[in-house]
């Protein structure tokens, strides 16, 4: 019954927030509409922060990898292929799969903070690339001049901040819809059993380590669409937007937001480039300051939101279960035996 | 009557204490097998090496006429060798009914093998009946977390079973559980169906005596006696082994 209330009322909230989202364009001015959207792509690379993090047990600080590849892929394709939208979500989404398809032999046999260093290292790689391949990236200086998105052919390009707004929201939904979707299927079920006890759903029969790659894959998918989204918001693109900060930022919102939560994942992403990009003007050069002591805050306030993701920060090949532990004291009953 | 299970000359050292040295065990198609010894023994080592969680340095496990001796715990599962932990190992987040779901699917057969959602579904049907033959209905939507142990220890058992063994490993399945789950343990067990053979690890002789046809007898890693209960009650080098083992 407790349960039913909580969920209409989560429900309400996300409808409410839906139609603010929807309402906004028109209620706030062109620049907050266009940090806006900015912001909703972000959101989506907390969901795949999310998915990895807190549904497959791997925190991760590398998800800026595939998100930079999506949105680099992207502004190539917007640039000299097709300012179709659908192509262009359909070649970041791969390409941010491809990368993490690329990176899965790394990531997927590692555990808990070997994950995080590992991931980090690959992001900050990324970063370093997308600076010398200046023939294709533009080094530095990034990509600009990309050409405004159409969504589909046929339809005119999205000129205004408010139809590009619009255009990631809609995105965005339908995205973070299919995640939740995949989440209730078979693979959501077996990847939150493996984050509860890996070792036990390896005694199952699963197979541990494709399942895990699959997450990966899929989350890098999200990571790359959502890049688009960057391009189709910003126009122009640099190695800036994918630095560490930003990996760090998205782990510290999914982590406020409730790892093993999507809605919590978009809600705390978003609230903490939020909170940046708001104290960027109140407390010029303090907005890190201010951000890390809400990480500390939330870690202490909010052990819950942090349990799951720590579920698999133990040192890898740990025993899981008493029976490879040493045997317990004997206690056999000589008498029954006598019997 | 064919060997389902054959392990010969297994032999796990660490560092300079043998923990197994040359044990052959062999266990057929539905049959009940006790292993008993002091402390120390090396039951638990032999269950884990029969299970794939440990590699022994020397020997040979086959099972139904194929070597399994490079496989892990996984792969095993699938071919139809199933664990109970001596805690019971449960996904604590899902539910009861999820829990044998997810320990259902590698082995359950869809009736329509690529329509999307079917391997889930035969899960599913699975797992309703199994619950109910365990006693665990009405805590089917209960996070398994929530359960008390002797119900994770039903639940563990409706999971093994979920996964169409047909070689089960238990692993002391009576530890921490009440006299009364004890009683439950033992009809479950005796209910298991003929075709699922039993290798139990098991302290309480009373438990070995009425769940298996043939025991095996371990000390300082060596076979010290095979045979049946009565045999193996009234021997005397057991009965030696035990009361050097408990002083």
């Known amino acids: ?3 039913e209330v909580i969920r209409r009322v989560r429900g309400g909230i996300a409808a409410l927030v839906l139609v603010g989202l929807v309402v906004a364009p028109w209620v706030v001015d062109d620049y ?69 398809a690329l990176t899965v032999p790394l990531v997927v046999h590692a555990r808990g903070v070997i994950v995080l260093m590992i991931t980090l290292a690959i992001g900050e790689l990324v970063v370093i690339v997308l600076g010398r391949w200046r023939s294709v990236t533009g080094g530095t200086d990034g990509l600009a001049g990309i050409p405004a998105v159409r969504p589909f052919w046929g339809l005119p390009a999205l000129a205004s901040d408010q139809a590009r707004y619009l255009y990631a929201l809609a995105v ?51 990571a790359g669409a959502a890049g688009s989204l960057l391009v ?12 560490f900060d930003t990996s760090a930022l998205l782990l510290l919102g999914v982590v406020i937001g409730g790892t093993a939560s999507v809605g919590g994942a978009l809600v705390g992403a978003a609230l903490v480039i939020a909170v940046r990009d708001w104290l960027f003007g109140v407390l010029p050069g303090h907005a890190p300051l201010v951000l890390g002591a809400l990480f500390v805050a939330t870690v202490y306030l909010l052990p819950t939101g942090v349990n799951r993701a ?30 | 009557m064919t060997g389902l299970l054959e392990a010969q000359e297994i032999s796990v050292r ?29 039951k638990t080592t032999l269950l884990n090496v029969l299970g794939g969680s440990t590699r022994p340095q020397r020997g040979t496990v086959r099972f139904d006429g194929r070597d399994v001796g490079r496989l892990g715990p996984a792969a095993r599962a699938r071919r139809g060798i199933n664990r109970i932990h001596q805690r019971p190992a ?35 049907r699975l797992a309703g009946p199994l619950l109910d033959q365990m006693g665990l209905t009405a805590v089917a939507a209960v996070p398994a977390g929530h359960l008390a142990h002797g119900q994770r220890r039903q639940l563990e058992i409706a999971m093994a079973l979920a996964g169409r063994p047909r070689l089960l490993l238990l692993d002391e399945p009576a530890a921490g559980l009440s006299a009364i789950e004890v009683g439950r343990l033992v009809e479950l067990l005796q209910a298991l169906p003929r075709a699922v053979a039993v290798l139990l690890v098991e302290h309480r002789l009373d438990l070995v005596y009425a769940l298996s046809d043939t025991v095996t007898v371990l000390r300082d890693g060596q076979t ?5 209960p009565d045999e193996i009650r009234t021997s005397p080098l057991v009965r030696q082994a035990y009361a050097d083992g408990v002083a």
């Open chain 2, 90 to 124: 449960v996904f604590p987040t899902l539910t009861a009914t999820e829990n044998v779901v997810v320990a259902a699917l590698p082995r359950v057969i869809p009736r329509r093998r690529w329509w999307p959602g079917g391997r889930r579904r035969a899960a599913q």
């Open chain 1, 172 to 222: 965005v939904a339908t995205l973070v819809g299919a995640v939740l979707v995949l989440l209730r299927t078979r693979a959501g079920l077996v990847l939150r059993a493996g984050r509860d006890d890996e070792m036990r759903l390896r005694a199952s029969g699963h197979r541990v380590a494709l399942h895990l790659s699959g997450a990966h894959i899929a989350a890098g998918a999200v």
């Open chain 1, 310 to 339: 720590r579920g698999r920060l133990r040192p890898p090949n740990a025993p899981a279960h008493q029976s490879d532990q040493p045997a317990a004291p004997d206690q056999t009953n000589v008498a029954e035996l006598h019997r």
């Open chain 1, 32 to 100: 907050t509409t266009s940090i806006l959207a900015r912001t909703l792509a972000l959101a989506l690379v907390g969901v795949s922060v999310a998915l990895l993090t807190g549904v497959a047990g791997m925190p991760t600080l590398g998800q800026t990898a595939p998100y930079a590849a999506g949105a680099y892929a992207c502004a190539v394709v917007g640039s000299r292929v097709s300012d179709v939208g659908v192509v262009q979500l359909v070649v970041a989404a791969a390409a941010g799969a491809l990368l993490a």
């Open chain 1, 1 to 3: 019954m407790r349960g």
């Open chain 2, 14 to 42: 660490y560092g300079s204490l043998a923990a197994l040295d040359g044990v052959d065990l062999r266990i057929h198609d539905g049959q009940r097998h006790a292993l008993i010894g002091p402390n120390g023994a090396g």
């Open chain 2, 224 to 228: 010290l006696a095979a045979g049946t």
């Open chain 1, 232 to 243: 189709v918001a910003q126009q122009y693109i640099s190695p800036a937007d994918f630095g």
